[in-house]
């Protein structure tokens, strides 16, 4: 793969929400694509993702078919980029399934065989774009772009769980039926743990999704673990109904069920 420098973002992504009052709305054309990357050969999977956090882009991914189907079932992707060859459901079925739910979400599908069936069988399927591999970085970057700005990334987007709503346009959260009052920060881990719900987040994954500094040299772990504490202290009004779960040594999970 080349060029993944190709379309660096002139300012630092991150830093959309620093010096925003908490609960400001947020324009849409500055809010970060969420992108679901599903491919399952990790080193292809992990430049693809830096290439993406460059965009500025934030990035769920999955490494099979299975856990790509959960994700794509609890929604919230402005674009997916999934490879045909899949361990578990394959490629094709994964946009068959969400194309049966009635979701539009644009697909980019990846594969190894460009061969004329294979793409016939991806568009038809319901994918919006095909790339066969090896294919070069810029390209990729070219077409997501072009499928973004296709896509309807207007509409406010209400994420679930349980009594919880947050509304990730105007960046409000609701718990049955009250406003909870949260830092940017706070929205956006919320967030970030609302598109992974029922999913273990690592601290890891939020140093680099949220605080987006992958290459510390010292933890934040400490930093995370008491953003966190403050989180659940407004979002859980009691143990009895506590969405957000600790997993000892890992990281967190939001869930309505228990450990
Ligand atoms: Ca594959």
Redesign the pocket.
Known sequence: MTGLSAGLPSSHPGQFYVNQPAIMPTPESTRPARILLV???AKTRASIREGFLLEGWTVTEAADGDEAAALLTAGGHDLCVI?R??PGRDGIELVRQLRACGDATPVLMLTARGTLQDRVQGLDGGADDYLSKPFAFSELIARCRALLRRSDRNPPRVLRCGDLQLDTRARVAVRAGREIVLTPREVDLLEYLMLNQGRTVSREMLEREIWKQPRRLTSLDNVIDVQVMRLRKKVDLSNEDSLIHTERGVGYRLGESGP
């Open positions: 491919e399952d050969e490879d060859m899949l």
